[in-house]
């Protein structure tokens, strides 16, 4: 069974950075690690996407939004995905999700069979 678990989230000032953690484990066959996304939810507004990496050739894709001050990356060895924000804004507050799957767009939350339970990040 594939398990998400989201780490790094936080309070920080406005112009700060931070640097989002998903641990992947579980996925010994492969399963449900072909894509793993960055999503993120702001209070009574719809998850969105933000950024995701392949796990085949490490090809990272991100929302016009978010190119230039997010970073997605991954270290393998350590089975985990990282999400780098750089001149944090306060519109950037939001819970942040990680996610994986095996397949579809990867902006939509349904291409995704497993997901975090999410961590905190407010940006005053």
């Known amino acids: 069974h594939v398990q998400l678990v989201e780490s790094g989230g936080g309070s920080v000032q406005a112009g700060g950075s931070m640097t989002l953690s998903c641990a992947v484990s579980?996925?010994?066959?492969?399963?449900?690690?072909?894509?793993t996304g960055w999503f993120r939810q702001a209070p009574g507004q719809e998850r969105e996407a933000v950024a995701a990496?392949?796990?085949?050739?490490?090809?990272?894709i991100y929302t016009d939004s978010a190119k230039g001050r997010f970073t997605i990356s991954k270290d393998a060895s350590k089975n985990t995905v990282y999400l780098q924000v750089n001149r944090l804004k306060p519109e950037d507050t939001a819970m942040y999700y990680c996610?994986?799957?095996?397949?579809?767009?990867?902006?939509?939350?349904?291409?995704?069979?497993?997901w975090g339970q999410g961590t905190q990040v407010t940006v005053s």
């Open positions: 996610a994986s799957g095996d397949g579809g767009k990867w902006d939509l939350t349904g291409s995704y069979n497993y």
């Open positions: 579980g996925n010994g066959d492969g399963s449900g690690y072909r894509c």
């Open positions: 990496i392949y796990s085949g050739d490490g090809s990272a």
